[in-house]
Structure formats: structure tokens, C-alpha cells
């Protein structure tokens, strides 16, 4: 079993000069991918790509939660409803550009996880800087969740604890490959493997040694291999964990061996 890319941003226009040569390295080497939306347009340009092993994910990052209305979260359900959209996000929380108000962001963050709870489909997470108010947000909502990734994880030990308490999945990016990413990576130690996801977040956050460059899906494998690494298990055997647990918090079906 190979890897999965869980986040990326392949419809970027950072893609647009050769998003099917990127797409098609792609899936030479990854099993399947998660396309990403962050706003109405972009989650709508993820939908062409959407087919035989890429998926999509369909919200409203917070930064633009002042532009959220009754028309986004209806288009957000139609386009939920097609069969490759696996999951809501990414949603939460983003206290370091505040590029809306806090409590614009809490109300478009709640609509979102509402939405999930009645499509009962997992949700994707952006908490950036906010960890207390996105805990209990979360904390609230995680008994009705069908499955929650807290996606390019920025926080300390102490808050992986708290989200892995709440039955939480926990995605590293590139990020915690670089050398001063050390309360990442202490947090990264305590994930049990069970738990633990890969992303790239491509097009940004290329992992080491590949730090700089314009992200692709692909280099996850480098992340993993840091990873597997850190935390002392051989690389095979991150990648299977990662991916089987990929499968089973979007809910994928795993092929049969
Ligand atoms: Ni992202």
C-alpha cells in the first residue's frame, strides 16, 4: 500500500501551467488524493478534477467567513451531494490573520459544523492561533462529528492530547519537517500511529529537502519518511497506517488485499 496526499490545493492557479502533468505524477505515485476547497469559487474548480482516486472537500476557510451568507451554505450542500465530495472544509479557526472578525469566523465555523452534523460527513480543520476557542467549539460538536481532521497541525503536544481526546485524526504537513518545528514535532511524537494522517497543503509548505519550491502532491512521501523517522517506526509501515486510516476517516472503502 502506497501513500495518500489527505490536503492539497491542486486547483491553485499556481497549477495553471501544468495541473495535469502534476496530477498524473501524482497518482503514479500516491494512491489517491484529497482536493481541497477554501472558499465557493475554489471548491468549485476542485469538482473537474474530482474522479477515480481524487476526492473532494467542499467549505469555507475562516478567512472568508465575512463573505458567508444563506447562498454559501446552500451551494456548499449541492455540492456536497455529488458522490466524490467525501468531506466539509476546510472550516475553523485563524487568529493570525484575522482577516475576519472573531466572531464572523465562529459563526461560519458553527454553520459549517451544523452542516456536517446533518450530512453526517467528516470535516477537515484549519486552526491557526486559536486553539482554545476551535477546542471548544469542537469539544462541543465532537459527539455528533462522523469524523474530524485537525489538517495542517500547528499546535503543541498539549492540544494534540486535547484533540486526540475528542476522537480526532491529526495531520502533519511539510512544516514539521523544518528544523526549528520542534513543539510540532513533540507533538508529532505523541500521535499513535492510529490516528496519525500525511498532507502536503500543496501548493505551500513544501516538507525538507524540498523547502521553497512550489509544493506537489507528491512530496508527501518526504514528510512521511521524516515522520516514520521521528517517531522510530520503519517507513512501510507509516505509510500503511496513515493511508489505512485515511480510508477510514473519509470513510473510502480500503481494496482488499
Ligand atoms: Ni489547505
Same mark, same amino acid.
Given at each position: 500500500m502506497g501513500l495518500v496526499d489527505t490536503h492539497c490545493?491542486?486547483?491553485?492557479?499556481?497549477?495553471?501551467?501544468?495541473?495535469?502533468?502534476? @496530477?498524473?505524477?501524482?497518482?503514479?505515485?500516491?494512491?489517491? *488524493?484529497v482536493v481541497i476547497g477554501d472558499d465557493i469559487p475554489s471548491s468549485e474548480e476542485a469538482l473537474p478534477l474530482l474522479g477515480p482516486r481524487v476526492y473532494g472537500v467542499v467549505g469555507m476557510h475562516p478567512y472568508y467567513a465575512k463573505d458567508c451568507d444563506d447562498a454559501t451554505y446552500d451551494r456548499l450542500r449541492e455540492m456536497a451531494a455529488r458522490p466524490e465530495v467525501i468531506a466539509l472544509g476546510e472550516m475553523g479557526l485563524d487568529y493570525f490573520n484575522e482577516y475576519s472578525p472573531r466572531d464572523v469566523q465562529a459563526v461560519a465555523f458553527r454553520k459549517q459544523l451544523d452542516l456536517a452534523c446533518e450530512l453526517d460527513m467528516p470535516i477537515?480543520?484549519?486552526?491557526?492561533?486559536?486553539?482554545?476557542?476551535?477546542?471548544? *467549539?469542537?469539544?462541543?460538536y465532537a459527539p455528533r462529528l462522523a469524523g474530524c481532521i485537525m489538517h495542517c497541525f500547528g499546535s503543541g503536544p498539549d492540544y494534540a492530547e486535547k484533540f486526540l481526546d475528542l476522537g480526532f485524526y491529526i495531520s502533519f504537513a511539510g512544516n514539521v519537517t523544518f528544523k526549528k518545528a520542534v513543539d510540532l514535532q513533540e507533538a508529532a511524537? *505523541?500521535?499513535?500511529?492510529?490516528?496519525?494522517?500525511?498532507?502536503?497543503?500543496?501548493?505551500?509548505?513544501?516538507?525538507?529537502? @524540498?523547502?521553497?519550491?512550489?509544493?506537489?502532491?507528491?512530496?508527501?512521501?518526504?514528510?512521511?519518511?521524516? @515522520?516514520?523517522?521521528?517517531?522510530?517506526?520503519?517507513?512501510?509501515? @507509516?505509510?500503511?497506517?496513515?493511508?489505512?486510516?485515511?480510508?477510514?476517516?473519509?470513510? *473510502?472503502?480500503?481494496?482488499t488485499p
Open positions: 490545493h491542486l486547483q491553485s492557479e499556481r497549477f495553471a501551467g501544468d495541473r495535469d502533468a502534476v @496530477l498524473q505524477a501524482t497518482l503514479e505515485k500516491l494512491d489517491w *488524493i477537515v480543520i484549519h486552526n491557526r492561533e486559536a486553539d482554545e476557542d476551535c477546542y471548544a *467549539i469542537l469539544a462541543e511524537k *505523541i500521535v499513535p500511529l492510529d490516528r496519525l494522517l500525511v498532507e502536503t497543503d500543496a501548493p505551500f509548505l513544501a516538507p525538507v529537502p @524540498l523547502r521553497g519550491k512550489r509544493c506537489e502532491p507528491h512530496f508527501v512521501s518526504h514528510t512521511a519518511d521524516f @515522520l516514520a523517522d521521528l517517531k522510530g517506526v520503519d517507513r512501510e509501515r @507509516l505509510a500503511r497506517e496513515t493511508t489505512s486510516n485515511a480510508h477510514r476517516v473519509y470513510r *473510502i472503502p480500503q481494496p
